[in-house]
């Protein structure tokens, strides 16, 4: 908190426009959980991890800090990651999470929030969809709207929801990718995988375990993902990094050196599975859609549209124009927080029952 939202002359103000302003947009995902509030901004960008003491289950740490604990534990803490491929994995590990960063969220004013809205994968189950829900109520917010995140994801994107013609927003996560088609403020396809940029790094421990004999940790293995490997062909295949671990074998420390060229088929087999999932949902769009989407192309959003050549590859292996959008991480809870500013078509949900809002109204 800045030291001019302690003066008491700030007081009154800020308590009145918190009341407002306490309405949260959550994007919580397999690798990151990011919370918008309305009027401040996005507050929480972490990573989705609870670090537990094992005999008391204390929560020890949540995101960033648990993160710096991550394959380094003490003895007797386990960090875990509760969300996998977009979903939760484990509802009271996730609850813990969700109701520390919500805490964090709030303003000092506000112990609770009145509304949320939550961007949750295409095609998830009711039951996938409750556990978010019931986390969300443990989090103390009042009023929680789900909505399909491709959705969100345009919007943040810039696309209108007033647009008559559609448009193809492709977010590719840590654990899943969305190909959505809006067309009108509504969704015309969509579909969801849960394949995404993480299942890189698992390819590369993977491939050094099984080829180099070296078991590494998930740090180690996103460093070098951001390091050294690419979507598409690398300009210096030679290009290197050290990393560290322990001998599979002797079961020792030790170190290789990796270049760029050995990297690069390991990564480039998520990427090709990724964009042919991407591929096969573009062929199942009716003509006019199709047509659209010829003209103008298709918006990247998500940690993954980052990953180093992934548009250049989406673009060359489609043929079409592709552009990742403005901080792309960030691109559904600007969508969602743009549904709370548009009250006329959150109604509009919620009259519709539309098939975008999964959920309204809990607790
Ligand atoms: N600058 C970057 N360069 C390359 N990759 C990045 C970058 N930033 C994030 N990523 C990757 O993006 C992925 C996380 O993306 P994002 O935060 O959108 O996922 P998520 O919403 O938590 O996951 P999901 O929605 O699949 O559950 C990670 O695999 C991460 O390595
Ligand atoms: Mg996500």
Known sequence: MSFRSKTPAFTGLSRLRNLIADSMAINMGSAATIIYVRGRGVVVD????????????????????????????ARGVTVFAPMVNGVVAD??????MLAIFAGSARSSFSHFSR???????TGITPVERRAFLGAAEH???????????????????????????????????????????????????????RIGASDINAAI??????????SIGAQTAERLKLELAS???????????TISGRDVVTGSPAAIEI?????????????????????????????????D??????????????????????????????????????????????LFDEPKWLRHFKEDNAPALLADEAG
Do not use: C
């Open 139 to 193: 989090a103390r917010i009042g009023r929680v709207w789900m909505v399909e995140e491709g959705l969100a994801a345009a919007l943040g994107a810039g696309v209108r929801m007033d647009d008559p013609r559609a448009s193809v927003v492709i977010n590719v996560g840590g654990g899943t990718t969305s190909v959505t088609v809006i067309a009108n403020g509504d969704i015309v396809h969509a579909t969801g995988e």
């Open 46 to 73: 972490e990573p989705s991890l609870i670090a537990l003491d094992n005999a008391s289950g204390e929560v020890i740490a949540v995101g960033t800090e648990a993160q710096k604990m991550y394959g380094r534990e």
């Open 259 to 291: 270049t760029a060229g050995e990297i690069y088929p390991v990564a480039q087999e998520v990427v090709r599975k990724i964009v042919d999932g991407i591929a096969a949902t573009l062929t199942e769009l009716p003509p006019e859609v199709a047509g």
């Open 293 to 338: 989407v010829f003209e103008r192309g298709l918006i990247l959003t998500g940690g993954g549209s980052l990953f180093g050549g992934i548009d250049a590859y989406l673009r060359e292996r489609t043929k079409l124009f592709v552009f990742v959008a403005d901080e792309p991480r960030y691109a559904i809870v600007r969508g969602l927080a743009q």
């Open 231 to 241: 979507a598409t062909v690398p300009d210096d295949l030679s290009q290197s990094a």
């Open 115 to 121: 509304r949320a809205l939550m961007s949750v994968l």
């Open 91 to 96: 509802f009271e590990k996730t609850k813990q």
């Open 205 to 214: 421990v993977n491939h050094v375990r099984r080829h180099r004999g070296l």
